[in-house]
């Protein structure tokens, strides 16, 4: 009988493609603003034509089995969805992108921290849906520690000197905070769902509470000049299917294999992609502080990961 190949180590491997894959789309999405595209209306397009994607391969049952897990989806589109993007794009036009990278990264210690606290008010996340056990706490709090200090070292790589704006950084924080509280919701809702009608729940709630914000602001959204600029078009499409419909199903199912703790603390692996990328594509030199960064990054996923049950 030959081994199966659907095995923890893939979806490893699968959440960290992930997230690398996320980090690059910094770039397609700067291209957009460029074009005159806002933050909602990018988003408002990316959810909507994922959510009618999953739609042809889930579209059996149209709600969840209890109105709590429809509302527990529903703070899913919104935490992992128009407010985390909402937040975090509108971080980088008042603060620096230094700042809002490495907030937006405290993401899983975030999720640590408020996973502790509810789990302290409440037992009905304890047992094997809890994000976090008390027992082998110290490790997590030491990994995420040492992985933040490689973010630091990687992402402002010797320039010590912070620009700090409050509004800026409040939004990236509230990114960070929306991220690490979507990353604990999925927890025990993809012990009771597929992963892709949780993908197009989560789809369908995000477009939804993004559509008010396109609406109060002025609409410069026009069909015909993006089916026109092929450089829109593209960046629209690639957007919408491989970051938006694929990653996201990809990062569900991975939760469920690997546990939400592990799968989030690759999150700390963002800075790393864009400095790959960099180097390849720009030959952009790799100093020793980010060589220095990378180690502690990967260590602290390692002790952190370790960790988790």
């Not at 959440?15 to 957009?32: D, E, H, M, Q, R």
């Not at 209890?66 to 980088?92: K, P, Q, V």
């Not at 036009?93 to 990264?105: A, E, R």
């Not at 606290?117 to 709090?141: C, E, M, S």
Request: with cysteine; charged share 10%; glycine share 6%.
């Amino acid at each position: 009988m030959k081994r199966s190949i659907d095995t923890p180590f893939l979806w490893h491997i699968i959440a960290i493609v992930t997230v690398i894959l996320w980090g690059s789309t910094f770039i397609n999405t700067k291209v957009l603003l460029l074009h005159g595209l806002k933050p909602a209306e990018i988003f408002l397009f990316r959810f909507a034509v994922a959510w009618i994607g999953m739609g042809l391969f889930s579209h059996h049952r149209l709600f969840a089995k209890s109105w709590r897990d429809e509302i527990l989806l529903l703070l899913s589109g919104i935490t992992g969805g128009s407010l985390y993007f909402l937040t975090e794009n509108t971080a980088l036009q008042y603060t620096q992108t230094t700042n809002v990278s490495f907030i937006v990264c405290c993401a899983p210690l975030l999720a640590v921290v408020i996973a502790l606290f509810i789990q302290h008010r409440g037992q009905h996340l304890q047992g094997k849906n809890a994000y976090v056990r008390r027992k082998g706490l110290t490790p997590i709090i030491i990994g995420s520690c040492v992985a933040l200090l490689g973010l630091f070292l990687v992402i402002f790589n010797g320039q010590y000197v912070l620009h700090l704006n409050p509004a800026g950084d409040l939004l990236a924080l509230t990114a960070a905070l929306s991220w690490a509280v979507y990353s604990i919701l999925l927890s025990p809702i993809m012990q009771r769902y597929s992963n892709t009608f949780v993908a197009r729940k989560v789809f369908f709630y995000g477009a939804m509470t993004v559509l008010p914000v396109v609406l109060m602001e002025h609409w410069t959204f026009d069909p015909e000049a993006i089916l026109r600029d092929h450089i829109v078009l593209y960046n629209l499409v690639y957007l919408s299917l491989v970051p938006s419909l694929v990653c996201f199903c990809l990062w569900n199912q991975a939760i469920r294999r690997i546990g939400a703790g592990k799968a989030t603390n690759y999150i700390y692996l963002n800075p790393i992609s864009t400095i790959v990328v960099s180097s390849i594509v720009l030959q952009e030199t790799v100093s020793s502080l980010s060589i220095a960064g990378i180690i502690l990054i990967l260590s602290g996923i390692y002790l952190s990961n370790r960790s988790f049950q």
